[in-house]
């Protein structure tokens, strides 16, 4: 038996074992007797051969033969692993995560993950795609459990998504979009879940802008009336904003308890 062979044998049993990843170090450990560039050659071969893929530098996943069609697995089955390697909190975000609670109008058609500052690098492998957003402040709430074939991946909770998408709307597409999210969103959100912590997940503009909504445009009118309580308990002071910060400043006067100055005309897709 060769020695490509016996690394796929061991890839094989990798499977067996429900695991769908490995890093090379990893590897390197459990093949002792192969030298560098025999290992670098069997992998270049089963790259080639579909049976994994590299996802990041010295980190690989196996595609079973269930996903061979589709060449690559779901970054959900593999990113708690591939974070981890990287040594980066994480978090599926935004249209990923409204998606897996239930609540995507539309599937997308990228990945969003959510880690801490320096920037990544987005991921673009067999026509999938994993665009990284970055936060200077990384939550310590609202972050859930999701359940995977392949383990748990760590997911915002509606709450979260719903401030990220308003926070992140021109990377998801709009702020139309952001607010047709949300209002399928919500449905998933109960007022108890509107707690104190709610006030370290993003700045006081975007929790402005997330109320107005909920009450205007989403019909969630407990979830406003709770979200309202909690800001106001930390101040009473509301500055105007606008409800749409990436479009043009269209004054009017401002008649709604949030604030909130409205520049654009939502429309919400059913």
Request: with cysteine; hydrophobic share 35%.
């Amino acid at each position: 038996m060769n020695r490509q062979n016996k690394i796929s044998d061991w890839i094989n049993q990798q499977l067996t074992k429900g695991k769908y990843s490995f890093t090379l170090a990893y590897l390197y450990d459990n093949m002792p007797d192969k030298s560098y560039i025999s290992i670098k050659l069997a992998l270049k071969r089963l790259v080639d051969k579909n049976k994994i893929i590299s996802i990041s530098k010295g980190f690989y996943t196996i595609i079973p033969p269930a996903y061979q069609n589709l060449g690559i697995l779901p970054p959900v089955m593999f990113m708690d692993d591939l974070m981890e390697y990287l040594k980066r909190p994480y978090y599926i975000s935004l249209l990923s995560a409204a998606a897996l609670h239930g609540a995507a109008h539309q599937q997308p058609q990228v990945n969003f993950v959510c880690t801490t500052l320096p920037s990544m690098r987005d991921t673009n492998k067999k026509g999938m795609q994993i665009k990284y957003v970055s936060k200077r402040n990384f939550p310590e709430y609202h972050i859930v459990k999701k359940k995977t074939e392949t383990g748990y991946v760590n997911v915002s909770d509606p709450v979260l998504t719903c401030l990220d998408l308003i926070n992140y709307h021109k990377t998801i597409g709009g702020f139309n979009r952001a607010a047709t999210v949300i209002n399928e969103l919500s449905e998933e959100i109960d007022k108890s879940e509107i707690n104190d912590n709610i006030l370290n997940l993003s700045s006081k503009a975007n929790m402005q802008r997330l109320g107005y909504l909920w009450e205007y445009e989403c019909d969630q009118q407990e979830l406003a009336d709770a979200l309202l309580r909690i800001i106001k308990e930390q101040s009473s002071y509301f500055k105007i904003y606008n409800l749409n910060p990436s479009a043009d400043l269209q004054k009017q006067k401002v008649n709604n308890r949030w604030k909130i100055n409205i520049n654009t005309k939502i429309e919400i897709d059913e």
